[in-house]
């Protein structure tokens, strides 16, 4: 507050009024984290081994999946809070993680801000907008902002329906805004999680679809785009009929993150990165040990 004084030219005290005026409305927020040094530490160290910013939330031991989950849900929301604001767009594809995330956000308002779902939820059991639509809402509702489903398929039954699909004016214009995205929010499904990945168990998959997928030798995805282990995804035949951005879209929006908790993730969260998906990462320190490790 002494510097700010000094910077304005007004008194310390002003500044103190100013501050609590500013927290009252949301436009300001002050935390205390307390950081372990082992944290910081592997932070540091994936950090120099991956080129991405990285935030890993210490987690005891012997916590279980669903406390490692929660643990980096806040530790994200926290960081969106850092990243959005008026004026933005935020991408955010629907799943176990990013749900969880939603449920951490600090409400506050913000001006002509857009929440753009990324992927299509529907499948043969559901139209998806149920659970998709309430994580997207999730997000609006916490800022204030517009929300935008994207009320598709996860994957089409053929490539033709997802041609004449992304010709319709309804959906271009959602594809559209995709594309105008400051920040982008997801997580990585895998079939080997302890907290499993929703596309994996909720009817988004045939028995054909997954013995295609242990043949293309895929790890996981991102925004149901499946990834094999080092970072590719051409010539995967599901993901021709996928809703999802594929990687060059993704990776076309400025900050990317990535949020995951679990060590069984760990396959497809080292695709992602090969693949150049991830800006910014945000795991508990678990998970973190193992992506350290793994080869």
């Known amino acids: 507050m002494d510097v700010i004084a000094r910077e304005e030219g007004v008194s310390r005290s002003t500044v103190s009024r100013m501050l609590d005026a500013a927290r009252a409305a949301g436009i300001v927020q002050v935390t205390v984290r307390s950081v372990h040094g082992r944290a910081a530490g592997l932070a540091a160290g994936l950090r120099e081994r991956f080129g991405v910013d990285v935030v890993v939330e210490p987690v005891p031991d012997g916590a279980t999946d669903l406390a490692r989950l929660d ?12 990243l959005m604001g008026s004026g933005m767009v935020l991408g955010v594809a629907w799943g176990t993680t990013t749900s969880a995330v939603a449920r951490h956000l600090t409400a ?39 929300v935008h489903q994207f009320p598709v398929p996860a994957f089409f039954d053929a490539v033709a329906t997802r041609r004449a699909m992304w010709r319709e ?32 168990t909720a009817g988004y998959l045939t028995d054909a679809d997954r013995v ?17 282990r080092d970072g590719s995804w051409e010539g995967v035949p599901l993901n021709a009929r996928s809703s999802g ?12 993150v990535c949020a995951v908790a679990g060590t069984g993730k760990v396959p497809a969260l080292a695709a992602a990165l090969a693949a150049g998906l991830v800006t910014d990462l945000v795991l508990d320190s678990a998970t973190a040990r193992a992506l350290m490790a793994h080869r």
Request: charged residues 20%; positive net charge.
């Open 71 to 82: 643990a980096a849900a806040a530790a994200t929301a926290r960081l969106l809070d850092e």
């Open 169 to 200: 004016r309804s959906v271009r214009g959602v594809l559209a805004l995709q594309q105008r995205c400051d920040v982008a929010l997801f997580g990585v499904g895998t079939v080997a999680a302890g907290v499993p990945s929703r596309v994996y």
């Open 245 to 256: 951005p594929p990687p060059p879209a993704l990776r076309r929006i400025p900050r990317r």
């Open 108 to 146: 506050r308002s913000t001006v002509d801000a857009h929440v753009v779902q990324l992927n299509g939820g529907a499948n043969t059991r559901s139209s998806g907008l149920g659970y998709a639509g309430e994580v997207v809402d999730r997000f609006g509702a916490a800022w204030g902002a517009e």
């Open 212 to 228: 295609s997928l242990a043949e293309e030798h895929v790890v996981g995805d991102v925004c149901t785009v499946f990834l094999r």
